[in-house]
């Protein structure tokens, strides 16, 4: 079977791509390099150096495809308050070019990553059945995608899946981005010899998913039926933690004795976001094999292995005010 991943240079993307290719499937992609890192990519991979947003081109690739599943994003969640341009382009512009090349090139599904940022803040654990609230153009962005795929697939009658991912950690993904990815940022600050830093007095609280756990799930919904038009998170609700614990935990296996400086809350962000395993236990049979501590150890021992970088400031902020993070404009990080 032919899968087409886009973002494939990125963390999600590879990490499936490498997955799904040992397991007998044939691996497309593309990637615009605006995330992600080269060597994550396979000689195995058929591989397009393709802006999703280039319709044209991204029609031209995918031919013959049978699945596609679209990872490309600028997952800037915080960040996407203050470039929202930006992100919006490389979110929903990218996913309609995406959804319509692949309905033109006539794949059997689509399989979209969208967000926990689809929730906003609500009664947690979210689930799939809940209103949509997005609180920043992310998580709109993300949900007008939504959207425009269950529209299009409907009038063009191709099936799909919505995966619901959060806070997904592992190898590959990037470490020296200041604007994401928070585990990577604390073990690669800390391994640096510098202390956390952490936005608000670090109570709002998370759930964090090993990659293997969510790529072995996603391969289901490419051949399960029962994921046909259905939403699904992907991850655990176990082990829900603060982000003032989760940066104890890199100091403990980081060895670093730096104490962790505070900044000022960033506007928008969820306080509690969790969402529900209920509905993955039950159709594709969601099990978390990866403890919490046994993910932050494989997330640091690839970091060790590659070797701490310095952050590297890639973006412009489009809206810079005086709420815009100091970490950011005066780039602390
Ligand atoms: N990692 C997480 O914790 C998490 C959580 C929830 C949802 N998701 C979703 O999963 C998907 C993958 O996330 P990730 O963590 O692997 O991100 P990532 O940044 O590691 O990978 C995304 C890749 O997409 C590429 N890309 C961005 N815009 C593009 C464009 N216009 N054209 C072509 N390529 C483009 C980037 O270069 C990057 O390599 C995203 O859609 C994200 O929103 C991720």
């Not at 309609?96 to 090139?105: E, H, R, Y």
């Amino acid at each position: 079977m032919n899968i087409f991943i886009t973002g494939i240079a990125g963390f999600l993307g590879s990490n499936l791509g490498h997955y799904l290719n040992s397991k007998g499937y044939k691996i497309f992609g593309n990637d615009n390099f605006i995330g992600g890192y080269p060597d994550n990519l396979s000689s195995d991979f058929t591989f397009y150096k393709t802006d999703c947003c280039d319709f044209n081109e991204m029609k031209k690739i995918m031919k013959n495809i049978d699945v596609v599943i679209h990872c490309a994003a600028t997952a800037y969640e915080g960040f996407s308050v203050f470039s929202p341009s930006f992100v919006t382009k490389n979110i929903y512009e990218a996913s309609v070019s995406t959804f319509s090349a692949s309905i033109a090139n006539n794949v059997k599904k689509i399989i979209f990553c969208s967000s926990m940022a689809r929730y906003g803040e609500q009664k947690f654990p979210f689930s799939e059945d809940m209103q949509t609230l997005p609180q920043d153009p992310y998580g709109i962005a993300k949900v007008a995608s939504e959207q425009t795929l269950v529209n299009l697939c409907s009038v063009h009658a191709t099936d799909w899946t919505i995966l619901v991912p959060h806070n997904i950690v592992g190898p590959r993904q990037k470490y020296d981005d200041p604007f994401r990815n928070v585990l990577s940022i604390f073990l690669n600050r800390m391994m640096l010899g510098k202390p956390a830093i952490i936005y608000g007095d670090g109570s709002q609280k998370r759930c964090f998913s090993y990659v293997d756990d969510c790529i072995s799930c996603i391969e289901k919904t490419i051949t399960e039926k029962i994921t046909s038009k259905e939403i699904i998170n992907i991850g655990p609700d176990e082990e829900f933690i603060s982000i003032k614990e989760l940066a104890d935990k890199c100091s403990n296996i980081t060895g670093n004795n730096e104490k962790h400086i505070f900044f000022k809350d960033r506007p928008q962000e969820v306080k509690f976001a969790t969402c529900s395993a209920d509905k993955a236990r039950k159709l594709i049979n969601y099990k978390t094999e990866y403890t919490l501590d046994e993910s932050i150890k494989l997330t640091y021992d690839y970091i060790k292995n590659r070797g701490p970088k310095n952050f590297e400031y890639k973006f412009d902020i489009e809206i810079d005010n005086e709420i815009t993070p100091q970490t950011w404009k005066k780039k602390i990080i």
